[in-house]
């Protein structure tokens, strides 16, 4: 079985895409070691710049100064590897995000929560690729039609992530009981996909690699869902329980700590079904005691504060800097079976480990 894949003309090594997280969790630092040690690393675009001192005064420049330093950062780390920027369609500053992180030079934009229909416009005539995120073969579908019919484009790649992942999923909530889960496993779901894939392919004369993710925690996931027809994974939970992620020691302990049990679906701001990991914070989401009183951040297009059961970009922040609290951790529906804290080439290679078994 192959360990390299290629995005066009983006070369990799190991067939690992790391998923983008936010607030703050994949920034430069993780990113940048991803790609070094031969997958894909990705940053999240959203509030990149949360920890900046202007941040609260001017949280738009902020952000728009952190994505240019964590780009050159992740750059510099990984010896000018490929370096990704998933960009959550949701977000109020959306397309300003896509065309600041075009003209910074970002290798490829990853866009999902939401459908990212005119992203072939707003990249036009730049070199940075596009992949939607999708999470079946029917939004796969409207999507690869949609931007055939009106702009001739086809994606570099596309992103399939299945019911198990972690933070903001595709998914309805009746989708995401156990017996809808052992219904459609990750694998099971990549062949339609790979058939909507196609067509496409033949109309652009190139292959449009396809990336699934959602789960994979083990060598045996990563092996198990290559065999099933993907041409890469995306990984989140495992890269968080790194020395070199971007988030605090008590966020990464919260991974490590979680028991199956603890990991749950919530309900996001953003109107998605969201799947974390279980705290005092979240109980008390549960009992209307964080209704918002104001909007500080206004990241959403979709929430509104009046009727907001929490403020979602308070509480990333709050998490990623460990602040519990006053915020929670998303994670995979396996976050569960990660039990230490270990560097990224490690994990890189122990991923990578039964690719190369006969």
């Not at 940048?32 to 675009?45: C, E, Q, R, T």
Request: hydrophobic residues 40%; contains cysteine; neutral net charge.
């Amino acid at each position: 079985m192959k360990t390299q894949f290629n995005i066009g003309n983006l070369e990799f090594s190991k067939p690992i895409v790391q998923g983008g997280m936010g607030i703050g969790i994949s920034l430069s630092r993780l990113a940048g070691n991803v790609s070094k040690f031969g997958g894909l690393g990705v940053l999240s675009a959203v509030e990149m710049g949360s920890d900046y001192p202007n941040y609260q005064k001017n949280p738009k420049e902020a952000n728009r100064q952190a994505m240019v330093d964590h780009f050159k950062r992740a750059k510099e780390i990984s010896g000018n590897r490929p370096i990704g920027l998933n960009i959550m369609v949701a977000l109020t500053q959306y397309e300003q995000l896509v065309k600041d992180a075009v003209q910074t030079g970002y290798d490829i934009i990853f866009a999902g929560a939401g459908l990212p229909l005119t992203l072939p416009e707003l990249t036009r005539n730049s070199l940075t690729k596009i992949a939607p995120i999708i999470s079946s073969k029917r939004v796969a579908k409207l999507i690869l039609k949609h931007w055939w019919r009106h702009y001739e484009v086809a994606p570099d790649a596309i992103v399939l992530e299945g019911p198990l992942a972690g933070g903001h999923l595709g998914f309805k909530n009746e989708d995401l009981t156990p017996e809808r889960l052992a219904e459609q496993t990750l694998p099971s779901l990549i062949p339609g996909v790979l058939e909507e894939i196609k067509p496409y392919e033949d109309l652009v004369g190139r292959h449009i690699p396809l990336i699934a993710g959602g789960g994979i925690t083990t060598a045996a996931d990563v092996r198990e869902t290559l065999a099933a027809g993907a041409d890469a994974v995306q990984i989140g939970s495992r890269f968080v329980a790194t020395a070199e992620c971007d988030a605090s020691q008590a966020f990464k302990e919260a991974i490590v700590n979680a028991k199956q049990t603890d990991i749950e679906i919530i309900v996001s701001p953003a109107g998605l079904p969201g799947r974390a990991i279980h705290n005092h914070f979240l109980e008390e989401v549960k009992a209307g005691l964080r209704h918002p009183k104001n909007c500080p951040i206004n990241c959403i297009k979709s929430c509104d504060y009046k009727t907001a059961p929490y403020c979602i970009g308070l509480a990333l922040i709050a998490g990623k800097e460990g602040a519990l609290e006053n915020g929670y951790v998303f994670s995979g529906a396996n976050a569960y079976k990660i039990d230490e804290i270990t560097t990224v080439e490690a994990l890189m290679n122990e991923l990578t480990k039964e690719l190369l078994a006969k």
